[in-house]
Each structure stands twice: as structure tokens, then as C-alpha cells.
């Protein structure tokens, strides 16, 4: 099952000043880490991540995507 995320979805990994969100999205990745899904993002998303403009964020944001899709 594909699963489409917008990068609002991604950044709930880092809600430090909201722990059930940043809970529930941990969790939500951890679920969907394996089959029958599959995570993907669009090219807009990816566009959006590149010209995120802290690289260490942009860095992260990237990595939270490769090591779930």
C-alpha cells in the first residue's frame, strides 16, 4: 500500500513542544516502515525540502525519508 506525505507529516518527528504529536508520528513511521507499505513523497515535497533554508534541517529532513521509504 502507498502511502503519500507532505513534509507537515515529516516534521512531526520534530515536535519537541508537542510530545503527542511528535509521538503519534514516530509511531505512524514506525507502522509504516515495513509491509504492506510503502512511504513516498511527491517531486512539490522534495522541491520543498531542498530549499529548506537550515541546512542541518534540510539534512534531517532527508534523512527522516531515507530511512522510511
Known sequence: MRIY???SV???IFADDRPRI????ENFFKMTAKPPFSIYISELVATE???TKEPEKRKQLINIIDRYS
Open 22 to 25: 511528535k509521538q503519534s508520528t
Open 10 to 12: 515529516i516534521n512531526g
Open 5 to 7: 506525505i507532505d513534509t
Open 49 to 51: 525540502i531542498e530549499r
